[in-house]
């Protein structure tokens, strides 16, 4: 399914509210002046609200679906209607504001 590409300037929640931020976007490809997120790129997830004694709150996140047809170095580009999971809890991560110009399928 097409979606649009994610960038370093992509908006993205963990599923309890946490801020992520893409540790290593792909910088030779750039969308709207920003790096491309790649399937290989981590997240760094901080303020996850889930606090349970039964186990820790997500602090990584990583896209495991992307685009199958548009490639940055050899790696599939993710983008928003991809799927994803944290390392933690394995719930998913959530686009938000993303760019709207640029759709892979």
């Not at 820790?56 to 050899?74: E, I, K, T, Y």
């Amino acid at each position: 399914m097409p979606g649009p590409v994610l960038t370093q300037a992509s908006s993205v929640l963990c599923s309890h509210g946490g801020v992520a931020t893409a540790v290593s976007p792909f910088p030779r490809v750039l969308v709207a002046g920003a790096p491309v997120v790649t399937l290989a790129t981590q997240y760094a997830i901080a303020g996850c609200s889930l606090s349970t004694s039964s186990g820790p709150f997500d602090v990584s996140g990583q896209w495991v679906a992307g685009a199958v047809r548009v490639l940055a170095g050899g790696v599939p580009v993710a983008i928003a209607t991809g799927s994803s999971i944290t390392v933690a809890t394995g719930a998913p991560l959530i686009p938000g504001a993303v760019q709207p110009r640029v759709v892979a399928s």
